[in-house]
C-alpha cells in the first residue's frame, strides 16, 4: 500500500514563505496526479493545488501567484512552495496521490499544521 508522509508545516509571520513535502513510499508506481489541500478551523477541505504527472498544474484562485507546486518523480516526492503567506492561509495541510492502473485509487497523508501569525 502506499504511504504519503507530509512535512514542512510551522509558524511562519504574514508575508513569510514555507515549503511543505509529501514523500510516497509503498509502490514502484508514479502517481498520475497528486494534490495538496487545507481545511482551516471552522472550514471545509478545499483544494489547494494539483499537478499530473505530465507537469499540468492547477490552482485554486485564493493561492494563485503565491504557490507553486511541483514533483520530483525520480524521489517519489511534492512539494508545495508558499510565498506571500496570509493568516487566512492558517491550515492543516493534506497531500493526496491520485494512482491509476485498471481502477484509481487515492491515498491521503496525515496532515502537517501551518500557522501564519503576527
Known amino acids: 500500500q502506499v504511504q504519503l508522509v507530509e512535512s514542512g508545516g510551522g509558524l511562519v509571520q504574514p508575508g513569510g514563505s514555507l515549503r511543505l513535502s509529501c514523500a510516497a513510499s509503498?509502490?514502484?508506481?508514479?502517481?498520475?496526479?497528486m494534490g495538496w489541500y487545507r481545511q482551516a478551523p471552522g472550514k471545509q477541505r478545499e483544494l489547494v493545488a494539483t499537478?499530473?504527472?505530465?507537469?499540468?498544474?492547477r490552482y485554486a484562485d485564493s493561492v494563485k501567484g503565491r504557490f507553486t507546486i511541483s514533483r520530483d518523480n525520480a524521489k517519489n516526492t511534492a512539494y508545495l512552495q508558499m510565498n506571500s503567506l496570509k493568516p487566512e492561509d492558517t491550515a492543516v495541510y493534506y497531500c493526496?496521490?491520485?494512482?491509476?492502473?485498471?481502477?484509481?485509487?487515492?491515498?491521503w497523508g496525515q496532515g502537517t499544521q501551518v500557522t501564519v501569525s503576527s
Open positions: 493526496k496521490g491520485t494512482y491509476i492502473t485498471r481502477w484509481t485509487d487515492d491515498y
Open positions: 509503498g509502490t514502484s508506481l508514479t502517481a498520475n496526479a
Open positions: 499537478i499530473t504527472n505530465t507537469g499540468s498544474t
